[in-house]
């Protein structure tokens, strides 16, 4: 087990769904520190510098559980800090649990990060302005960014689009006025970084982002935007965390167009929370799956099989044991793979028998 997987090891410990291509990119960009127990990785946290420096973000902080408490987070903050340069400031989004921690070694909250999540976005067609971005459009993204961000990230932002599974720019007369990426983790599709001169332009990008795209999507802002905001709401999103965004130091002047952030190193409570026992999906079998080339969406809820048509027409069948569940795994949703029968045996450890 390398470096990177045993990164992910970790995270699997805690309840966080992290995956190697993350783990790669953040060891491109940054520093990464670990402390070992009898050579097994026990902590991690990791520094992420841009070109100029002047900016440093903290994160991948993690302790494993049998750990935690013995001041390992603040050691490897602390080593963040002191790995940073002379001149570079610091930030971070914490956790409620965790802002106490950052305080003690310098950090003040400036403000709050707004997300927004929809569980499950359904964009099929839309008209929009935005284009989709073009390899020689780079160095002009690059300056954009630079005004809004406060530094340059080129080569930061070369690994993120080659990661985006969608990027558009917003073109003007002026030029090319706004950019956005979207991100799809195993998890969901985040939308971000995403820079525009006006909030109208924003929501054009997000539409962009999202054409033919169903399933959970999450949106972080590092400040409101109320037009933003309830373009988002209507589409369904929803408030689901306001976390404090914590500063060491001053950061560079912004031109206030970043009206998205995606932070790698940024994992929510909400996927440790999932992971216990009494949350709402450890207490039920459910798959579903968008089928868009069909014009449906396909979902097991216990024992019952549902298929809904674009129409809005709906069909439904009870499934009455292991072999039925696993045909229909595999013959309507095309995953044969799935580890079925240990997910079964965990729900009856839970009392509850799907097939009655």
Known sequence: MD?????VHLSKAVGWDYHRKE???????????????????????????YDEQKIGSIGMVIVHPSHQGKGLGRKLTEACINKKTQTQSLMLIATKEGEPLYRKVGFQTTGRIVKYTNPSATFFNDLVQAQPFE????????DLDAMAFGERREGFLQDRI????????????????????????????????????????????????????????????????ERVEAFLQKAG??????????VKGELPDRNGTLISIVDVTDFEPLYQDSFKKEATFMKLFRCQLYQLHQKRSVSIVNNTFSIRFESGKKQTRT?????????????EFHLPQLPVEPCIEFLQQQNLALFK
Not at 135 to 142: A, E, G, P, T
Not at 237 to 244: E, K
Not at 319 to 331: F, G, K, M
């Open 23 to 49: 783990v790669e990119i953040i060891f491109k960009n940054g520093t990464v520190f670990g402390i070992q127990d009898n050579g097994k990785l026990v902590a991690c946290g990791a520094l992420i510098s």
């Open 237 to 246: 999103f929803s408030l689901s965390a306001t976390p404090p965004l914590m």
């Open 135 to 142: 390899r020689f459009m780079f160095q002009d993204v690059v």
């Open 162 to 225: 080659k990661q985006a599974s969608k990027a558009y720019v917003l073109i003007k007369d002026e030029g090319i006025v706004g950019y956005g990426l979207a991100i799809d983790t195993p998890y969901n599709r985040i939308i971000g970084p995403l820079i525009c001169n006006t909030e109208e332009g924003a929501i054009d990008l997000i539409r962009a982002l999202l054409l033919g795209y169903s399933g959970r999507v999450r949106i972080d802002m590092p400040e409101k935007r």
């Open 319 to 331: 499934l009455n044991n292991l072999n039925e569940l696993e045909r229909v795994l595999n013959e």
């Open 3 to 7: 470096e990177w997987d045993s990164i």
